[in-house]
């Protein structure tokens, strides 16, 4: 029988495995690297298996970076803990005299690693008070970073740890807060261009400096007056003596007394049942060892709410101020609320007509739609 040779194209027996595009090239595996057999370092040995640590070093390395954030996060907590507690651990004696239920227990609440709260209640005058603690975030050591160069591109930013005693005033005429009310306050002067920017509320106070504070205070009031009365009386001479002691000054950042929002409101004036006076005293968080410099101070903000619930005293005419001033803040408010109501109506009703033209024109034919433009 005669057989016949199958002879193929030439191109066909020149065809090579093909590779996978360089892009794709993370998707094959990497080649086996199997431990050299020429290896003279240290290496344990257990049966069929080995373990040297030579070759282990950038696991190693990230081990150990893992260990140093641990470690450095945990001990970053700690110290935090340690201050904000001793702090209110000092002060608690105070809290537990003023209030019928004084935070919970000695103990601080905590939300993360450098925030802690506390919330007392029960007391004549007071709603509530909330203490709040913002620690540096010592336990992160990228913030800790950040912050160090943030500071270098803004002078005025310099993180520190803070507590912040908030209370909410109230009295019989009115429980949740609202009343008669005024903005008052003394500001450390190197937190003053900062706490402008933060607090709406100061824009209504004059800032002057006062010979019965230290001179790296200023006070800021609406009315010359309400400085006098909370200054000079019996009771704010005691505040004023301590706004002039080196020990506790070191630690003072404000003390305001306030009616009025942070922020300025956007949808018209407050409600009445939404206007509150707020007594704030912010302090640097001393050292372990200086907890107890400002325990005064706080003893005396306390007296001072006193003085508030039972009506200062002030003129006649300082009153007739705060009122006007408020009215004529109302009557502003309102007005820019219902410029905001007329210029969203105007805009609504262009985009409707806007929409109904388009309308019209998608119905038309592409003839009529030509012409449309032509006229338009």
């Known amino acids: 029988p005669q057989f016949r040779t199958q002879t193929w194209p030439r191109h066909w027996c020149n065809v ?39 070759e282990f070093k950038q696991e190693g390395l990230i081990f150990i970076a893992i260990f140093a954030y ?15 507690g001793k702090w209110f651990g000092a002060h608690f004696p105070i809290y537990a005299e003023q209030f019928s239920r004084p935070a919970n227990g000695s103990t601080l609440l905590s939300d993360g690693a450098s925030d802690y709260f506390a919330y007392s209640t029960g007391r004549r005058g007071v709603h509530y008070a909330h203490t709040v603690f913002t620690m540096l975030p010592r336990h992160d050591i ?33 429980l949740n807060g609202e009343g008669k009310g005024f903005v008052w306050g003394v500001v450390a002067k190197k937190e003053m261009q900062v706490l402008r920017k933060q607090r709406w509320d100061l824009s209504f106070t004059k800032t002057t400096d006062h010979a019965a504070v230290a001179s790296t205070l200023s006070v800021m009031a609406e009315v010359a007056d309400i400085t006098d009365v909370l200054l000079k009386s019996t009771n704010g001479q005691k505040l004023a003596s301590l706004l002039n002691t080196p020990a ?8 305001l007394i306030t009616d009025q929002p942070s922020e300025r409101p956007e949808s ?3 409600p009445a049942n939404q206007r509150e006076r707020h007594l704030l005293l912010s ?31 002030f003129k006649v005419e300082t009153y007739k101020k705060l009122k006007k001033t408020r009215f004529e803040l109302d009557a502003e408010l309102a007005k820019e609320a219902e410029k905001e109501k007329r ?8 985009a409707d007509k806007k929409k109904a033209a388009e309308e019209r024109l998608a119905r038309l034919s592409a003839a009529e739609q030509k012409k449309a433009s032509w006229a338009a």
Not at 148 to 174: F, S, T
């Open 248 to 255: 506790v000054v070191k630690h003072f950042r404000y003390l």
């Open 343 to 350: 210029d969203e109506a105007e805009e609504k009703k262009a």
């Open 142 to 174: 990228f913030q800790i970073i950040f912050q160090k160069l943030y500071g270098l591109v803004d002078l005025q930013y310099a993180p520190q740890d803070e507590v912040l005693l908030d209370i909410k005033l109230r009295d019989k005429d009115g």
């Open 283 to 313: 302090l640097v968080v001393p050292e372990p060892s200086e907890a107890k410099d400002t325990a005064e101070l706080v003893k005396q903000v306390f007296t001072l709410v006193d003085v508030i619930d039972q009506k200062p005293g």
């Open 70 to 84: 641990i470690a450095l996060y945990i001990f970053g907590k700690r110290i935090n803990e340690n201050r904000a």
């Open 268 to 270: 018209g004036p407050l």
């Open 16 to 54: 090579k495995m093909s590779t996978p595009p360089p892009l794709l090239s993370f998707l094959s595996p990497a080649p086996a690297a199997f431990p050299s057999e020429e290896y003279d370092g240290f290496q344990l040995r257990w049966k069929n298996l080995v373990f040297r640590p030579a």
